[in-house]
């Protein structure tokens, strides 16, 4: 198995808990945000997802499908154009509101296509191509992508995790 078959199975998990995590929510729980200033589901998810299209976009030099593909305008959430969550205030958090997890799978799944489609162009040398050099030492591609599966499964159990919390608090 190659190095890019095996990034190519770890984002496809990521698809996988995406997808679990959000499954039959509906707004009221996509949004809910227990003990207050916790994350919501939809926050964890579109802050996963806009993470992995930054930074598989600025890697590949692609075209961040959250500008390039109009998910932006859809999510209607005021925020700037290249905000991936990173940072955010509690206050931020409670701006990220959906009205439907398809609007999360929606953006997920077009952020995911993009990203298959770049790994399966990726030679094991590519992977030694530095992409940032702000890190001491400078990051190679192979690093950055794992640092983004690394980050995007992370999400994806917290938003599970909170899914459970709310489910089990409505039983």
Do not use: C
């Not at 890019?4 to 959000?22: M, N, Q, S």
């Not at 996509?30 to 993470?51: E, F, I, Y």
């Not at 509101?97 to 590519?126: M, N």
């Amino acid at each position: 198995m190659h190095a890019k078959d095996i990034l190519v199975e770890g984002y496809g998990r990521i698809r996988e808990e995406v997808r679990a995590a959000v499954e039959g929510l509906g707004p009221d729980e996509l949004n809910a945000r227990p003990g207050g200033d916790a994350n919501s589901v939809a926050w964890l998810v579109w802050h996963l997802t806009r993470v992995q299209d930054d930074h598989i976009a600025d890697a590949f030099g692609l075209d961040q499908v959250w500008l390039a593909g109009g998910w932006g305008k859809r999510f209607g959430l005021g925020l700037p154009r290249h905000d991936t969550g990173y940072g955010h205030s509690s206050a931020k958090v409670a701006e990220v509101r959906v009205d439907s997890a398809d609007l999360l799978t929606g953006y997920y799944d077009a952020v995911h296509e993009q990203t298959l489609g770049a790994l399966r162009s990726v030679t094991a040398k590519d992977l030694e191509r530095i992409v940032d050099e702000g890190w001491d030492p400078p990051v190679t591609l192979g690093v950055r992508l794992v640092s983004v599966l690394s980050d995007d499964l992370q999400h994806a159990g917290q938003a599970a995790y909170v899914r459970g919390l709310l489910q089990s608090a409505a039983s």
